[in-house]
């Protein structure tokens, strides 16, 4: 028997625009199945929220629904989020558009057929979000044609930087892709916004990193706002590549950026005013700005995290960071002890083995969650497929939750192992201590949770697996000796050359020595809260004005969007700027 997918979507949306008109918590709360999934991104709050059963979505309904207006609950008709067939075997899923008093909004649900009342369909899962604010939608593009062509191209761009580097709404700190989409999307916004960055040039922070680097996700999934990648770009995008994009995204989308600039200690606010006062040393010039809001888009990542080993000054060989490391050529012929099995470490031990060191040895701290790029891979093409637009894939992964996300994967664990089972036992035949992460539910959580202590492999767990990258795992290191390092069950492992890969310590760390006691009223930045949701990241911090961007390229693609709007809404009077998180 067919389903009519577009009349069931139809029923539960007009069932939903029913019970929101009433403010009807209660009758709400029952469209969903009782381990259902409420996600809201700035419609009953001016916050990003998760919530999941039918106890914490009526609390939190009951809470907000009297202050929230929504009306105009129509279903989406578009080729891409028209009633569908949903992931679930029998779900139907589907879009909309929504109306509030000040906002324009959509959503997307999947619903699936009740256990009790099999005719009857409940939402598993609902995404409500503002997409604009009404009167203050994107801007578009442009004619290209200003003041009856009396003004050339170059005259407008130089009139406008002027007016935006003497009054910045809002200074952003770091021109990494992160800093530079969400500059791009607040120019869309007409948010006045200028960038700094301590760099030389665009890209530099990638141009720093080990030459071999390729990022590890395909092009559909790190591409960048507004400008995809031409249609002959690499699959997976080199480090260099990546660096001269950023560069040149700049000019594209008309962004105004300070290099070799960085904020002077301490910027203060002023709660009168609500705005910053920011002492900037642009390449030796000293200059002061006033702006409302200032976006930190550093990453989360500050500097280089390297263990103290006693003896580190008996050591007669080389000691350095993965941060420095600038390629194994250098290296030939070199006896080499890689301290770290995350990403970093493997691909620079991979690195090394090609460029021919004499040996390389993966020194093992603790268990490693490691998965092959090819099932990384397939996982995200389900969504950032090459055949669907960015902006409708960023979409339907905001439509399932993160800790929803973590639940399929835990429960798919035996089959993503058995995906990877020759690497996986291999790596654990030659000495590895791996598994797919503390819950079984594999990389693509811990890189939004941690950041760290994940290996996707690219070729270097074959070279382990063979016995070329020789590895050492549950020993600790007691010190360093004359030619290399004593571990804890007295046996030397000797080197001519010791690379940590050893990880970073929190951007906080660095940015409290620039903003002070800003960032510790701010709180955390980066992982995720106990909802599911990035602490601190596109979203109200405890700081007034101050903002963080950090993520991966999707997380600053999407939630730029929501950033934008909470700045309007501030400068509107729609949004308290105190609010906490």
């Known amino acids: 028997m067919e389903v009519d997918l577009n009349g069931i979507a139809s029923a539960w949306l007009s069932q939903l625009s029913h019970s929101l008109d009433q403010k009807n918590a209660a009758s709400c709360a029952s469209l969903f199945h009782p381990n259902g999934w409420l996600r809201d991104l700035l419609v009953f709050t001016w916050n990003l929220r998760t919530l999941n059963g039918h106890g914490q979505i009526l609390d939190y309904l009951s809470s907000n629904m009297e202050s929230t207006t929504i009306s105009e609950l129509k279903i989406t008709q578009d080729a891409y989020f028209k009633p569908s067939p949903g992931d679930i075997p029998g779900s139907v899923s589907s879009g909309f558009t929504f109306s509030t008093p000040i906002a324009n909004g959509k959503g997307l649900f999947t619903l699936t057929r009740s256990n009790s009342e099999p005719e009857v369909w409940k939402a598993f899962t609902l995404l409500v979000s503002l997409d604009s604010l009404k009167g203050h939608e994107p801007i578009g593009a442009e004619q290209g044609v200003y003041h009856g062509n009396s003004l050339c191209w170059s005259e407008v761009r130089e009139q406008r930087a002027r007016i935006i580097e003497a009054n910045p709404h809002v200074l952003i700190v770091g021109a990494g892709q992160n800093g530079l989409q969400v500059a791009a999307r607040f120019k869309q916004m007409g948010i006045p916004t200028l960038v700094i960055d301590k760099n030389g040039r665009i890209g530099d922070q990638w141009r720093k990193r080990y030459p071999s680097l390729t990022l590890h996700t395909t092009k559909q999934h790190h591409t960048m706002l507004f400008q995809p990648y031409p249609e002959t770009w690499p699959r997976y995008t080199p480090r260099d590549k990546v660096a001269d994009w950023l560069e040149q995204y700049a000019v594209s989308q008309d962004l105004v950026v300070w290099m070799k600039s960085q ?50 000054d008996l050591f007669q060989g080389q000691i350095l960071h993965s941060d420095s490391y600038a390629g194994g050529p250098q290296f030939s012929g070199k006896r080499v002890v890689v301290i770290g099995t995350g990403n970093s470490g493997a691909d620079i031990a991979l690195d090394l083995h090609v460029r021919g060191a004499h040996s390389v040895t993966l020194l093992q701290r603790s268990a490693t969650c490691v998965q092959s790029s090819k099932t990384i891979v397939e996982m995200l093409d389900h969504v950032w497929s090459p055949d669907v637009p960015t902006e409708v894939a960023d979409y339907r992964s905001a439509g ?90 007295d046996t030397v492992l000797e080197a001519d050359i010791i690379i940590f890969a050893t990880g970073f310590i929190n951007i906080q760390s660095v940015m409290r020595g620039i903003f002070g006691d800003a960032i510790d009223q701010a709180g955390l930045a980066g992982g995720m809260d106990e909802e599911g949701e990035m602490n601190g990241a596109y979203r109200p911090t405890g700081h007034p004005g101050l903002w963080y961007a950090p993520g991966d390229f999707q997380a600053s693609r999407f939630g730029s969007r929501l950033l934008a709007i909470q700045l309007q809404a501030i400068q509107l009077g729609y949004m308290k700027q105190d609010i906490q998180a």
């Not at 904020?263 to 040393?281: F, G, L, M, N, R």
């Not at 976006?295 to 580190?312: Q, S």
């Not at 016995?467 to 290399?484: D, H, L, R, W």
């Open 263 to 312: 904020p002077i200690p301490v910027p203060s606010y002023d709660k009168d005013k609500k705005e910053w006062a920011v002492t900037i040393d642009r390449d030796g010039q000293i200059l002061t700005i006033n702006p409302k809001h200032i976006v930190l888009a550093t990453g989360t990542l500050g500097g280089p995290y390297t263990p103290v080993i006693e003896g580190h």
């Open 400 to 489: 399932t939750p993160f800790n929803l996300i973590k639940q399929i994967l835990r429960e798919r664990k035996d089959y993503i192992w058995e995906k990877d089972k020759d690497l996986l036992e291999g790596l654990i035949k030659a000495g590895m201590d791996v598994n797919l992460g503390p819950d079984g539910s594999g990389i693509l959580p811990l890189v939004a949770e941690r950041g760290g202590g994940y290996w996707m492999d690219v070729g270097c767990g074959e070279c382990v697996i063979s016995g070329k990258i020789k590895v050492k795992s549950g020993v600790g290191i007691q010190k360093f000796t004359q030619g290399g390092l004593l571990l804890d069950d």
